[in-house]
Nanobody, 124 residues
Framework: EVRLVESGGGLVQAGGSLRLSCAAS????????IGWFRQVPGKDHEGVSC????????YYADSVKGRFTISSDNAKNTVYLQMNSLKPEDTAVYYC?????????????????WGQGTQVTVSS
């Protein structure tokens, strides 16, 4: 059984930092790209960041570029999202998702496995 478990969410003041973790099990980690998505009530999921576990390439949405950093520890089957300089508009439920990682292209489409989400709330 494939499981993705997010952790690290919470309440933080604007300008603060949080580190989210996504621990994966039941899949061959190196064969997957892991994406972070976020969702606020009434809106679709927004892609935030993506990392390829096969070649280490990364992607960031313009809204988080320069503030968020995605990284992967393949030995622990865990992907992290370091979020700095948080803003109230970053408030959302954050999910990680695993998609099959095809070489040479962007793969974080949220079409594979999803975690249950972790709430991030940034107060002004």
């Amino acid at each position: 059984e494939v499981r993705l478990v997010e952790s690290g969410g919470g309440l933080v003041q604007a300008g603060g930092s949080l580190r989210l973790s996504c621990a994966a099990s039941g899949l061959t980690f190196d064969d997957y790209a892991i994406g972070w998505f976020r969702q606020v009530p009434g809106k679709d999921h927004e892609g935030v960041s993506c990392i390829s576990n096969s070649d280490g390439s990364t992607y960031y949405a313009d809204s988080v570029k320069g503030r968020f950093t995605i990284s992967s520890d393949n030995a622990k089957n865990t992907v992290y999202l370091q979020m700095n300089s948080l803003k109230p508009e970053d408030t959302a439920v954050y999910y990680c998702a695993a998609d099959v990682d095809y070489s040479g292209r962007y793969n974080c489409h949220g079409e594979g496995y999803w975690g249950q989400g972790t709430q991030v709330t940034v107060s002004s």
